[in-house]
């Protein structure tokens, strides 16, 4: 099945709705596809299941015993309108024989009751385009609702719902996640390995790097339905507090806190300000 329009609000109007009731197109049906973030980003031929109503096949969608046909009714000469007289007013009604349809089946088709459609549960080829997000739709032309009595069949649109990711967000088409650190990595600078949908990529991390810092890794994102241009992937890092410390470890980091104490040069960029501020703050209470 070929997808037509890609929706990302909401759609328009439905087409219908005509005067005549024999000419309604059926109903437009829309089915939430549930997806994964992989299978949204690379896109994805799937299958769906999707309970409508189908053309009936013994009377090809007619209504009619095979054999017969639907005959112009005569009460409204097939208008499926009739005037009724109210006192001095015409009033335009619909024909109570054939309830609006403007045609009479005199033996109905014994599969559809007349209906001219049946219940049945389609298997349909959907193609997912690479980009979709959550709240995209995709209209597949004619898979709706097939109409009463051989009317056209409406549209069915398949809304894309993303599920949530173990490691990564999304936004637009930049993708966020957070990476750990050790102590020493942010210290000294290094090389980190982070996730991205293509794998792992490295990350070079500058010396003295501070908690939550973020890395704009370019065109690791995701590639846009729309536009087709590529997001970025934005990591960042955490920096992890070491747990499970031996004795010697322990002391270790005394020691270099011991040292770095005793340091004439600023070792914690945020820390003079902070308690600036802190102070600040409680001469401002008392004050
Ligand atoms: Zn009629
Ligand atoms: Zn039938």
Request: glycine share 12%; hydrophobic share 30%; aromatic share 2%.
């Given at each position: 099945q070929e997808f037509g329009d890609i929706f990302g609000a909401i759609f328009g109007g439905g087409r219908g709705g005509g005067r005549q009731q024999?000419?309604?197109r059926g109903s437009d049906l829309r089915y939430n596809l549930e997806l994964s973030l992989e299978d949204a980003v690379r896109g994805?031929?799937?299958?769906?299941?999707?309970?409508?109503f189908v053309s009936c096949e013994p009377c090809d969608g007619s209504g009619a015993k095979k054999g017969t046909s639907?005959?112009?009714?005569?009460?409204?000469?097939?208008?499926?309108?009739?005037?009724?007289?109210?006192?001095?007013?015409?009033?335009?009604?619909?024909?109570?024989?054939?309830?609006?349809?403007?045609?009479?089946?005199?033996?109905?088709?014994?599969?559809?009751?007349?209906?001219?459609?049946?219940?049945k549960t389609k298997t349909?080829?959907?193609?997912?385009?690479?980009?979709?997000?959550?709240?995209?739709?995709?209209?597949?032309?004619?898979?709706?609702?097939?109409?009463?009595?051989?009317?056209?069949?409406?549209?069915?649109?398949?809304?894309a719902n993303v599920r949530d990711h173990k490691i990564f967000v999304r936004d637009e088409n930049n993708l966020y996640c957070e990476v750990p650190i050790s102590f020493t990595t942010a210290a000294l600078g290094g090389e980190?390995?982070?996730?991205?949908?293509?794998?792992?990529?490295?990350?070079?991390?500058p010396k003295e790097t501070q908690t939550g810092k973020m890395f704009r890794l370019r065109g690791k994102g995701v590639k846009s339905v729309r536009s087709h241009s590529i997001g970025d992937l934005m990591c960042k890092v955490v920096l992890e507090?070491?747990?499970?410390?031996?004795g010697?470890?322990?002391?270790?980091?005394?020691?270099?806190?011991?040292?770095?104490?005793?340091?004439?040069?600023?070792?914690?960029?945020?820390?003079?300000?902070?308690?600036?501020?802190?102070?600040?703050f409680f001469d401002d209470l008392k004050s």
């Open positions: 024999r000419q309604q994805k031929t799937l299958e769906i299941k999707v309970p409508t639907a005959k112009s009714c005569t009460t409204c000469h097939g208008h499926g309108q009739v005037q009724m007289r109210q006192g001095l007013f015409a009033v335009q009604q619909t024909c109570p024989t054939c309830s609006g349809k403007g045609k009479v089946i005199a033996s109905p088709c014994t599969s559809c009751r007349g209906q001219g459609r049946v219940e349909l080829s959907v193609k997912i385009p690479p980009g979709v997000d959550t709240g995209d739709r995709i209209r597949l032309s004619g898979e709706g609702e097939a109409g009463e009595h051989g009317a056209p069949a409406g549209d069915l649109y398949v809304q980190i390995e982070v996730p991205t949908l293509e794998g792992k990529v490295k990350l070079k991390i507090t070491p747990v499970n410390l031996s010697d470890q322990a002391d270790l980091l005394r020691q270099l806190d011991e040292k770095m104490g005793k340091s004439t040069i600023k070792h914690s960029p945020k820390e003079t300000g902070f308690f600036d501020g802190v102070k600040k």
